[in-house]
């Protein structure tokens, strides 16, 4: 026995994704070696179901990939229905309501995982000279990467030496030999904090690297929860069951009774190797590898025809805008609102490529605090720029909270015709931040400071409660009964429904 259900069973997300016609079956024969990546791209790119790929060439029979897990869809009403089925909503979740369930279960009790004594992950066990990584259709993503990357949709399991603190989360690692992986391991993320704790005592990394996770794990493993909070409890409150855990072979870890792979083994206290260079998640591609940490796989345990989700980063919406993005607009609206700042709504636009946030403000509550512009942005920098959330993304974008900030036409016109250049924006370059940000001079990315700022698109009346001018558009310019009348008569007019947003 195993849970179900599309949150906290990937075989089921899967199987969910398939019913709805929002994953293809792809029985042709396929290669691991760019052309499944090649697919999974074009998929992202025109918003078309996510490729199952269960024919691929040069593996072992059964062996299966998931492109694209959290894509957009344009299956009808369900734009953010793969994203929705990773926490087991309806097809249909706006992104409003996923924030608030998102920000919901961080005010909630952790549920702690449950052990269970083994589950599907086991149904095959490789240890000692049978590990071998190359057994499983490790796809080349982009033509220029460095190498294969196993780990794009999988996450990293490590907890400190005081057991006190056990981190999830989601990092890349590039294939290296038969039972090796090399990948980025930055200070500031948990993964590179807890590392560095073993370090310091001069001993290995237990490590294990998990895919085919319950997606809720996988998405929570994707959010910038703060330092010493479990992963896996907040999947707990999220979804409002323990997750089933089972005990590694090999190193006194926990990982999810029913992924479909897992990886266990250590991390090396001071090998590193080249990795990458890999297209990114802000669309670019550079040419440079980095020595990153290695990490050594002693025991391999999947399930019969195991499936490995990849996400092929670039251009979005690809995994690292539609979950990272998400789930970094959820921390960061609980961040501004537990500040008692006057903040109505927080997305990272997905056109952005998680490089800015857009905030929208409650013009009428602002009235009432009597800050100004300046004050505002001030303060608005102070909350995020200075926490784990808001080192990920540089810009934060303020519009009035007459914009529907998930809707990129309206912000676009919001920046367009109320960001007064000069007077608008506020830097802050002396502010922390991720060094993977394009733009960055050599001398910000060496520091790891600058290049960050706040816009604001908010009017001089509306810092008052007020606005310049009122909007001409269908939902403004006519009174409602004529309204009515349009909407009620616009398969009558001659076109096809659904009538205009
Ligand atoms: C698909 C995907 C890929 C990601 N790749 C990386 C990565 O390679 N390196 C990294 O530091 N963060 C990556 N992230 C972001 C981290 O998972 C995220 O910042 C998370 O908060 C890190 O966990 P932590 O907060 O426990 O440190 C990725 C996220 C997603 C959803
Ligand atoms: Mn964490």
Not at 284 to 310: G, M
Request: charged share 20%.
């Amino acid at each position: 026995m195993t849970q179900h259900g599309s949150a906290l069973n990937f075989r089921d997300f899967v199987e969910e994704l398939l019913a709805a016609g929002d994953a293809v079956d792809v029985r042709t024969p396929v290669s691991p070696t760019l052309e499944a990546a090649a697919v999974t791209r074009r998929v992202y790119e025109t918003k078309s179901p996510a490729p199952l790929f269960s024919n691929l060439t040069g593996s072992e029979p059964g062996f299966r990939i998931l492109g694209a897990p959290a894509g957009l869809s344009r299956v009808q009403g369900g734009t953010y229905g793969r994203l929705a089925a990773h926490f087991g909503l309806p097809r249909d979740t706006t992104p409003r309501d996923l924030l608030e369930k998102l920000i919901t279960a961080m005010h909630a009790d952790p549920v702690a995982p449950r052990v269970v004594e083994t589950g599907p992950c086991k149904e095959n066990i490789l240890t000692g000279d049978d590990v071998d990584l190359e057994r499983f259709p490790v796809p080349l993503l982009h033509e220029q990467d460095g190498g294969r990357y196993f780990g794009t949709y999988g996450f990293h399991v490590v907890r400190t030496p005081d057991e006190r603190w056990t981190s999830w989360s989601v990092s890349r690692t590039m294939l290296r030999d038969r039972t090796t992986l090399v990948g980025p391991c930055m200070p500031q993320q948990h993964l590179g904090m807890i590392h560095r704790m073993w370090r310091e005592k001069g001993e290995r990394t237990p490590w294990a690297m998990v895919f085919g996770a319950p997606p809720a794990a996988l998405a929570a493993a994707g959010m910038p929860l703060p330092a010493e909070v479990n992963e896996d409890g907040y999947v707990g409150a999220l979804t409002g069951s323990p997750v089933e855990v089972v005990r590694t072979e090999t190193n006194g870890l926990y990982v999810p009774a029913n992924a479909e792979i897992v990886l266990e083994g250590y991390i090396s206290p001071d090998e590193t190797a080249p990795e990458g260079p890999m297209g990114e998640y802000h669309g670019y591609q550079f040419a440079e590898s980095k020595l990153q940490p290695v990490f050594h796989v002693e025991a391999v345990t999947y399930r019969d025809d195991p499936i490995l989700p990849i996400c092929v980063a670039g251009l979005p919406p690809e995994e690292n805008h539609t979950v990272w993005g998400t789930m970094i607009s959820a921390t960061s609206l609980d961040q501004l609102r537990s500040s008692g700042l006057p903040v109505e709504m927080a997305w990272c636009s997905y056109e952005a490529a998680t490089c800015w946030i857009v905030v929208s403000v409650d013009t009428r509550r602002l009235a009432g605090t009597g800050m100004s512009e300046r004050q505002l942005c001030d303060a608005v920098a102070d909350v995020l720029f200075g926490s784990h959330t808001g080192w990920l993304v540089p810009k934060v974008i303020l519009v009035a909270d007459d914009i529907d900030i998930t809707d990129i036409d309206q912000v676009v016109w919001a920046m367009a015709t109320r960001y007064h250049p000069g007077t608008g924006a506020y830097l802050y370059p002396d502010t922390p931040g991720i060094p993977m940000v394009p733009y960055l001079t050599a001398d910000e990315t060496r520091t790891g400071r600058g290049g960050k700022s706040v816009m604001s698109c908010l009017q001089p009346e509306q810092l008052e409660g007020g606005a310049r001018g009122t909007v001409a558009g269908f939902r403004h310019s006519y009174p409602e009964d004529m309204r009515k009348r349009v909407l009620e008569n616009w398969t009558a007019y001659g076109f096809s429904a659904p009538g205009p947003r």
